[in-house]
């Protein structure tokens, strides 16, 4: 996605040669417009799917997130993140682990919202390791409905994620993909 | 706003004479196509307020904020909410207690996206005692910018916040007043 990719040059820091920082755009401050088209373009690859639903991960997925949904004309349903958790009989909750903070969180989603016969369709702003797309994935499976695919708006190609989702059966799609982070410089992955 | 008006009557659940529990389409499935509507109604009401950027908190302002600063072209900044900080130079930093969970976090702004000039629409998914919409208020004014107003989707009008932020001298624009939660039903403030 040409916009994408010329706002991460423009406007992404690279802090290290494993983290790209973009709160001008995405994780802070958040271009409404760019996230608008991030909608449209999530649509587009996925317009095959008869998706019921987009599920995502607060915070900043939620964005992105609304947009495919408004896309889409389907519900978007954002998963809560909690330390822990005293287990309830109405949610559905997965742990994921962060590599970036070190810490794992429980992940929950209501189950009066998500039904066997939905197809969810996951957004979400980073691929890096996968943790959350696959806890994301699992309260789907937990509900009996059908992950029909993985939006990712910039995915962190050297890092096992996508690779993890695609030996799993995942569909992923993502908007940017980085090879690498050198020397203060993002390098794409050519496709 | 009548659409609004009608999902909290269909859809919102009183759970006591104090809290209304409306995540079917606002905290956490979310309608986009209200959110869209919300968006355009914020926008109708602060159009004469040359808005430069729109700020919000996380989780539950994204939706309605991303929306509002897509229609009037802005930027939209969410604050992070945490638990305790480590004090850093570079972030606006204010403490918000929350009664509904009975505990305080800091919420934060990057220094870099707010500047003097900017004029800044508040917006919020929920107002009760004022505390989150006091808590940006005051980070906005810390950056020296201008608090053009405050937009809230719902509003608890039993509840002292929209009283102190007027007392305040801050505008304040609900789509929906709720006058009472009474024996499960939604009373609305008549206007």
């Known amino acids: 996605m040409e916009l994408l990719r010329k706002k991460v040059i423009d406007e992404g820091i690279v802090l290290s040669n494993q983290v790209l920082k973009v709160d001008s ?3 802070h401050q958040m271009d409404p417009v760019l996230m608008k088209e991030v909608g449209k373009e999530f649509t587009r690859r996925f317009a095959d799917q008869e998706v019921t639903r987009v599920l995502t991960i607060e915070s900043s997925g939620i964005a992105p997130g609304i947009m495919t949904a408004l896309e889409l004309n389907v519900p978007l349903i954002f998963a809560r993140k909690q330390k822990s958790l005293t ?3 109405d949610i559905y909750v997965e742990k994921v682990f962060s590599f970036t903070k070190q810490e794992s969180n429980e992940i929950t989603v209501s189950k009066k919202f998500m039904k066997p016969t939905d197809r969810v369709l996951i957004i979400d702003d980073f691929l890096a390791n996968g ?3 696959f806890g994301l994935a699992r309260i789907v499976e937990q509900a009996g409905a059908t992950v029909v695919g993985i939006g990712i708006v910039i995915e962190k190609s050297f890092q096992p994620g996508r690779q993890l989702l695609l030996e799993a059966g995942y569909r992923v799609e993502s908007l940017v993909r980085i090879a690498a982070l050198d ?8 496709e």
Do not use: I, P, S, Y
């Open 25 to 27: 755009f995405l994780n």
């Open 87 to 89: 287990l309830k009989q």
């Open 131 to 133: 943790e959350a797309a």
């Open 183 to 190: 020397n203060g410089t993002v390098n794409f992955v050519e």
